[in-house]
């Protein structure tokens, strides 16, 4: 049975807690493992490895009973990611956005009926979601969507374009944001829920990526696609608020995404340096490689501190977007600095695809990018100080 580290202190989790991490972490061991290098080879994401995390109920771990979730909280969705994310990047990717992305929104601001509609399946597997925000022309300015949502009778015709949508080949229900009032600036957005079959709408080729390529992804097509009126997160005019409110969330999830990566790269170089022997003796007993393996798990252990903070502020309903954006832009680029300084400690092996490393650093990348990027992180960061100084004045 795959043996994890001691929890270190001030880290402490519940005995719930405790289980699920146990429990996904011998599923990623015996499971995710074996198959990381082929995903990504071949670009192919599995489905058979979804439905077992289907079958562990992970999907529900955010969500109440009633719905068909556990309400194990957002730390334990937290760990699920990071234990997933330490063998493959691209498995706890599409489960995070499943989650995050295609799930929680619809649970939060979808009321009662699209609750009941969408949720319970989300959860046992049925559907998977996938969120549609990011245009040709409308990545880290999300303010400037193009898509457009004309109200037509008892319904809403939709047209425009989505790139870089994860899940989306695999997905049946989806969110999608869309201008109804281009004079209202952000509140003449409004986000949608459509599933996969509405007419008008249909899939198009996703890019070939640099990392997380056993992760699925496409773009969204709209083409007087028409939805039913009642099929808005929240009023009409909350769109924007609501999406905004999800990447606050989603930001923990990419955060988590981050430290796992990092933390499985730091896994394999210390493996790897304890048994490569180089100048008469294993790397370990090179001061350069001691340094580095030092700096490597300091950088994590922050990061963890972190991403468990913002992770305890959402599940007490405290503000976190601040904690959010933090942990995001922290762990992410951690994950950059562990994943390269592993490669280092490889060497020339470090640089081959027989060994996981440069996987782990181009799956890295993604997480500096997704979600908001670094910049955007830093501008979240900046304008939470300049509101307390002004506040102050």
Known sequence: MYKLPAIQHGLELTEDESMIREMVAEFAQNEVA???????????????????????????????????????????????????????????LTFAAHVSLGTYPIYKWGGEKLQKMYVPSLINGEYMGAYGLTEPNAGSDSGGTQTTAVEDGDGWILNGRKCFITNANHAGVFIATAVHDKTLGAKGIGAFVLPRDTPGFSLGKGENKLGMRGSDWASMVFEDARIPKDHLLGSKEDGFKTFMMTLDGGRISIAALSLGIAAGAFDCAKQYAAEREAFGGALTKQQAVQFKLADMDLEIEAARHLVYHAARLKDAGMPYSREGAMAKLYASEVAMRVTYEAIQIYGGYGFSREYPVERMWRDAKLCVIGEGTSEVQRLIISRHILRGLKANS
């Open 34 to 92: 074996p198959k990381a290098a082929e995903v990504d080879e071949t670009h192919t994401f599995s489905k058979e490895t979804w439905d077992k995390i289907v079958e562990l109920g992970l999907p529900g771990i955010v969500f109440p009973e009633e719905l068909g979730g556990s309400d194990g909280g957002t730390l334990s969705y937290v760990l699920a990611i990071e234990e997933l994310s330490k063998v493959c990047g691209s498995t706890g």
